[in-house]
DNA sequence: GTGGTCTAGACCACA
DNA sequence: GTGGTCTAGACCACC
C-alpha cells in the first residue's frame, strides 16, 4: 500500500480506498484482522490520526468493524452484496462518461466506438 | 445555466465545465461573446468574483480569451482541437472505469457485460 | 501599422509606440503631419477615443503637437534628444536584463555570455 | 521580502516573482516549506487572499507543491530545468532590447556598444 | 495549525 | 459599459 502526499485525493481517502478494493478483491476475507492503526501509519509514513480516520470511514460504511482492545477486522458480508458493491465501483465511472458524452451531444453509437478503442488497446 | 450549491464541486468548477461543454458541443461558437461577468453573476446568483475565477481558468485553458474593457470571447481553435477535447472528456471516465476494473480483478469480458447493460438502460 | 485586440498590452499604447518608433527610426520627420485620428481609427479597426487616447499620450511626452482644425504634427526636436531617446528604449530592457540577473546571482560574465550567444543567433 | 503598493506591478505579481527568484536562485531548496499563506499575508501586510492566488501561480508554473492541511512546499525540480528557468529569465528582456533595436533601425554594433557601456557602468 | 472556497463591496484601467 | 485588482472576514476540509 502507498500513498501520494502530493494528490488532490486526501490521505485518508487513498487508504479507505485501498483496503476497500482490497476486500472487494477478496484479498482481504470477511473476519480477517486489519493492520493495527499505529502500525499501518508508520508503514505509511502518515500520522495515526489519518488512518484512524480511514478505518472510522470503513466502519461507518460496513466494510469492517472495530472491537475495542482487539483491532479491526473485516466485517461478515454476503457474498452478493460485495459482488453488487463491485459492479457499482466500475458502473459509476461508466455511467459518467454517458452522462458526459450526452452533455456533449454524442450519440451512444459514438461511445461505443470509443469504449471498442479503449478495449482494443487494453489487449494489446 | 445552473448551480448545485450543495454540490461538493467548488462553484467556479460548475461554471468552467458548463462552459466548457457548451463551447465543445458547438453551442458557443468561435468568436462569439460570453455573457459579461457581471451579468453571468447575477443571473446565477453568485458573486462576481466567483465567475471571475471560472473564466480565468478557461482562458489559461486557451477555451477563451478576455479583452480588456470589451468582454470575454470563445477562443478560434480548430476543429481537430475541438474534436481531440470532446473524446477525451469522455475516453477519461472510461479509462477511469478500466482501471477500477482492474484493481478488483474483475475481466474485461464482464466490464463490457456491464457496458452493454448500462447502454440497454438508456435505450429504454 | 497594426494592433493586436487580444494582446494584454492596451490598444493605445501598442498605437503609441508604433508612432514613437516611427519619430525615432526617422520615418516620421519633425514637422510631418500624422493622419488624422478619424483616418487612423478606420486604419485600424478601431474607436475614434482609443486613438485619441494614444495621440495625447504621444502630445503629452512632447512627440507631437496638436493643432486646433489643421490636425497633429511630430514635434520639432533636437538631434541630440532624439538620440538620447533612441539610445534609452533600448538601454531600459538591458538593464532590466542585468538587474534580473543580478537577482538570481549571475555573474557578469555569464551574462556577457547569454548575450553573445543572443547575437551569434541574430546573424545567422 | 518586501512589496510596493504604488507599482503598477499587481501585488500578487511581486511576490511571485519573488519567491520564484529565490527558488532559481537556490535560496529556497527543493522539498523546503515556504512561509503560511496567513503567515506571509500578515508579514507583508496584505490580505490572505493576495498570497494565495501568488502561490496558485506559483503551483501552476510547477514551482512548489501545496499539500492540504501541511503547507506550501518548493517542488523537486530537475537541475537542468532549473538553470534553463533561470536563463530564460534573463534572456527575456535581452531579446527585447534586441528586438527594440531593431525596430528603431538600429545596428546590433551599436546595441553590443550599449551593452558594453552598462556592464563598465556596473562594474564600477 | 494548514489550505480551499465563497461573499460583498470597493477602486482602477480600458474601450 | 467592460475586465483587473485588492480588502476583510467567513466557513469548511484536511492533518
Chains 1, 2, 3, 4 share one sequence.
Not at 459518467?96 to 456533449?104: D, I, S, T
Amino acid at each position: 500500500m502507498t500513498l501520494s502526499p502530493t494528490s488532490p485525493i486526501p490521505l485518508y481517502d487513498q487508504i479507505t480506498k485501498q483496503i476497500k478494493d482490497a476486500i472487494l478483491r477478496g484479498d482481504l476475507a470477511p473476519g480477517q484482522a486489519l493492520p493495527s492503526i499505529r502500525q499501518l501509519a508508520q508503514e505509511l509514513g502518515t500520522s495515526v490520526i489519518t488512518v484512524k480516520r480511514a478505518y472510522l470511514e470503513l466502519e461507518r460504511e460496513g466494510m469492517i468493524l472495530t472491537r475495542q482492545g482487539l483491532g479491526c477486522f473485516v466485517a461478515p458480508v454476503e457474498k452478493g452484496h460485495l459482488e453488487t458493491t463491485r459492479r457499482e465501483s466500475v458502473l459509476a465511472p461508466l455511467r459518467q462518461a454517458l452522462a458526459e458524452a450526452k452533455r456533449l451531444g454524442m450519440t451512444m453509437e459514438e461511445v461505443r466506438q470509443l469504449f471498442a478503442e479503449l478495449l482494443k488497446e487494453e489487449e494489446r
